[in-house]
T-cell receptor
Framework: SQTIHQWPATLVQPVGSPLSLECTVE??????LYWYRQAAGRGLQLLFY??????ISSEVPQNLSASRPQDRQFILSSKKLLLSDSGFYLC??????????????FGPGTRLTVL | GENVEQHPSTLSVQEGDSAVIKCTYS??????FPWYKQELGKRPQLIID?????GEKKDQRIAVTLNKTAKHFSLHITETQPEDSAVYFC??????????FGSGTRLQVQP
């Protein structure tokens, strides 16, 4: 069966510091991968998605970036965090899609607080 | 692009009553409509989904209906229980890009 991992689970960082969040998927190959951010009490904002190694689509211009160095690894980064970057960061995956929408599953999330 | 609107934003019901959450979508090419339940501090969990070739789908106490002509779909929870209390998100997908989520409904079931 497939599982998705995220780490760290929680993180407290000062403004201006760098960020690296990691997501890995097990039990599948060539998945589509997604990064979402959820501000406190709010909905899910799609940040990035990837259909393959090195292929990143950015949905919202901001000071975050994403990379996919390996098939089942997705990394979210920032060079300098802002207070507004605080939130619950969720990684998600689907099986590779060819124009047919299929089930999407979320990782456990990383709760980031920027002080 | 796709836009999904969800109502109501909050819903309070008595235990045993039914709850209905409604969503509308804008892109007629959307063909997949999942519903997620998110408990406090947890990840969203897929609870039920429906495809555009089906009008209704049931799974025990939950059901989803889809009206393609009107471009709206609804989640129905019958015989609500306190453990149904959570935030529920609808979403729509054309299969070309990624899910587009509604803004969420906070359901509170009063014992």
């Amino acid at each position: 069966s497939q599982t998705i991992h995220q780490w760290p689970a929680t993180l407290v960082q000062p403004v201006g510091s760098p960020l690296s969040l990691e997501c890995t998927v097990e039990g599948t190959s060539n998945p589509n991968l997604y990064w979402y951010r959820q501000a406190a009490g709010r909905g899910l904002q799609l940040l990035f998605y990837s259909v393959g190694i090195g292929q990143i689509s950015s949905e919202v211009p901001q000071n975050l970036s994403a990379s996919r160095p390996q098939d089942r690894q997705f990394i979210l980064s920032s060079k300098k965090l802002l207070l507004s970057d605080s939130g619950f960061y969720l990684c998600a995956w689907t099986q590779q899609r060819t124009g047919v929408a299929i089930e999407q599953f979320f990782g456990p999330g990383t709760r980031l607080t920027v002080l | 692009g796709e836009n999904v609107e969800q109502h109501p934003s909050t819903l309070s019901v008595q235990e045993g009553d039914s709850a209905v959450i409604k969503c509308t979508y804008s892109d007629s090419a959307s063909n997949y409509f999942p519903w997620y339940k998110q408990e406090l501090g947890k990840r969203p969990q897929l609870i039920i989904d429906i495809r555009s070739n089906v009008g209704e789908k049931k799974d025990q106490r939950i059901a989803v209906t889809l009206n393609k002509t009107a471009k709206h779909f609804s989640l129905h929870i019958t015989e609500t229980q306190p453990e149904d209390s959570a935030v529920y998100f609808c979403a729509a997908d054309t299969g070309r890009r990624a899910l587009t989520f509604g803004s969420g409904t906070r359901l509170q079931v009063q014992p």
